[in-house]
């Protein structure tokens, strides 16, 4: 087993993505379940294969970005084996110049609390992923708060799903998945009694962007990722907030393969998105929030935010 240690060299990548799936293992394992891979395709008119972790990091190297790299366990709500997060920080080792790892366990394992600790402890994982509409956990519930501690104490961020979401789209019922789970308020008693914890807010969080926007602005160890729409849908407000008040704390994300970064960099031009602002969307804020740079004194003290 090799623990993560990041070699990526900052100043000679273009962007940090912080929002990208590892949907496939070396074995040809998915993610998630048949069905739910089809869904998605079908919502994001995505019918591309999905590459293997050591596919994505070529990918990545080759337009000369970094990605944040994760999977989704959600095994007590699918019914379906996980991806290995420990799999996945081993690949993220040998792409260390262009691969950060987040790990991903169930909130409603018994041995959550434990996974989450093994993956920081022996694989150096730099974060974690939640998507409380797939696991089916209301993320404010105080039982899941071990689990919240664990990762402030290792002072890695947080990142949940936020908002309307493709996977079970147009299957009956949704597959019984509840988007009301993923709604970021429910994040703000979270960024309230973890003050310490960053938190990143996945997506424009449609159809609650105010939410997403009102917790942002309350809480300063809060974030957004711009991942999983293209740049030209936007919510009006959230670009506002993107080019003013909350500029030091947006993150580039795609939620490749569903959307890649190539399209999401097309597409910003299209947007009100101001030049300014891009280099600290597309790079520093991420190499802020993930430890890869340490940012002089005044700016680390600003409005609260993590250096």
């Keep these: 087993m090799t623990r993560y240690e990041s070699a990526i060299d900052v100043d000679a990548i273009t962007a940090i993505d912080v929002h990208v799936h590892i949907e496939v293992d070396d074995h040809g394992h998915h993610s998630l379940p048949d069905d739910l891979v089809a869904a998605a395709s079908r919502y994001f008119s995505a019918d591309g294969p999905r ?3 050591d596919s994505v990091a070529a990918y990545y190297r080759d337009r000369s970005m970094a990605a944040v790299v994760f999977t989704v366990d959600a ?3 699918l019914g379906h084996p996980p991806l290995s997060s420990a799999d996945i920080a081993e690949g993220a080792a040998r792409n260390n110049d262009v691969l950060i790892p987040f790990g991903s366990v ?3 394992r018994e041995d959550a609390l434990d996974r989450i600790r093994r993956l920081i402890d022996d694989q150096g994982v730099r974060g974690f992923k939640f998507h409380p509409t797939v696991q089916g956990f209301d993320p404010s519930d105080e039982r899941f708060y071990p689990l919240y501690a664990a990762i402030r104490d290792a002072a890695i961020p947080a990142l949940f799903h936020t908002g309307q979401t493709g996977i079970g789209a147009g299957l009956p019922g949704g597959r019984g998945l509840r988007l009301a789970l993923s709604n ?5 008693p979270v960024a309230a009694d973890f003050p310490d914890l960053q938190i990143v807010m996945a997506h424009p969080s449609v159809p609650w962007q105010d939410e997403a926007l009102s917790v942002a602005t309350h809480k300063h ?3 957004i990722d711009l991942s999983g729409w293209s740049p030209k849908y936007f919510p009006e407000q959230l670009v506002r907030a993107a080019n003013s008040y909350l500029t030091r704390r947006v993150l580039f994300g795609s939620d490749f393969p569903l959307l890649t970064p190539d399209r999401w960099q097309r597409d910003v031009q299209a947007t009100a998105l101001k030049p300014d602002v891009m280099p600290g969307i597309l790079k520093d804020n991420a190499a802020r929030l993930l430890g890869l740079v340490v940012a002089d ?3 680390s003290t600003h409005q609260g935010e993590r250096p």
Excluded at 184 to 188: G, N, Q, R, V
């Design 221 to 223: 160890n809060t974030w």
């Design 106 to 108: 169930d909130p409603r």
């Design 297 to 299: 004194d005044a700016r």
């Design 184 to 188: 970021p308020i429910l994040l703000d």
């Design 75 to 77: 095994e007590e709500q």
């Design 51 to 53: 590459p293997d972790l």
